[in-house]
């Protein structure tokens, strides 16, 4: 199959999450994301997010028609991480950055999606979620922030008994029903802090 190169190719923002970008294109180019996706040879089901979601590509074809490398494009993907029961990248946009969605309706950048994510990389501002919490008592928040840091470097690290833990205190606090296995993406906002300031806790202390 031949691909030609889109007529309107708006370049990724920095960090914009691959679904974001092929939905700017499809608009860009006046047809839906899912008729793109066809065209782009990626199937005209889900939009795809993931670097899983990419294994079916033809690149030749699909690096042509966007005129970007294909390393470029799959390091816009998510990782896979569905093996995970205690989730740390959203399948959802459960948080956003008003500012910068401001300046681009219909923007999704990749680290909004992480679970350790609470300011905005791009211009600093603190990310909002569907239901923000009230009166949050600043010790939670700082404890939160503590967590989030802990979660980012065990991630980065690839420290498996430190992850081991995150998915233990999860459960924990589902079991105790003060909290869900997804927790640590939830779009509201006093849930998500707890779990945050749990993970703090559960790298430093045992969990009971």
């Not at 960090?15 to 990626?42: F, M, P, Q, T, V």
């Not at 029961?85 to 401001?102: G, I, K, L, M, T």
């Not at 927790?183 to 849930?191: H, K, V, W």
Request: hydrophobic letters at 40%; a positive charge.
């Amino acid at each position: 199959m031949t691909v030609r190169s889109l007529p309107f190719r708006p370049p990724p923002a920095r960090d914009e999450l691959l679904s974001s970008w092929i939905g700017r294109l499809a608009k860009a180019n006046h047809c839906s994301a899912e008729e793109l996706c066809g065209y782009l040879g990626l199937g005209q089901g889900r939009v795809p997010e993931y670097a899983g979601d990419l294994q079916g590509a033809t690149w030749a074809l699909l690096c042509r028609a966007v005129q970007r490398p294909a390393h470029e494009i799959l390091a816009m993907a998510l990782p896979d991480t569905k093996h995970q029961s205690a989730r740390w990248v959203s399948p959802h946009d459960f948080q956003y950055c008003p500012r910068c969605v401001e300046k681009t309706p219909d923007l999704v950048l990749r680290h909004w999606r992480l679970a350790w994510s609470m300011t905005c990389e791009t211009c600093g501002q603190a990310l909002a979620t569907k239901y923000p919490a009230k009166d949050v008592p600043s010790g939670l928040h700082g404890r939160a922030l503590r967590g989030a840091e802990a979660l980012k470097s065990a991630v980065a690290t690839n420290n498996l008994a430190r992850l081991r833990r995150v998915d233990l205190t999860m459960h924990l606090m589902a079991v105790l029903e003060i909290g869900n296995l997804r927790a640590l993406t939830s779009g509201n906002e006093r849930e998500r802090l707890m779990a945050l300031a749990a993970v703090g806790v559960s790298v430093t202390r045992p969990v009971a």
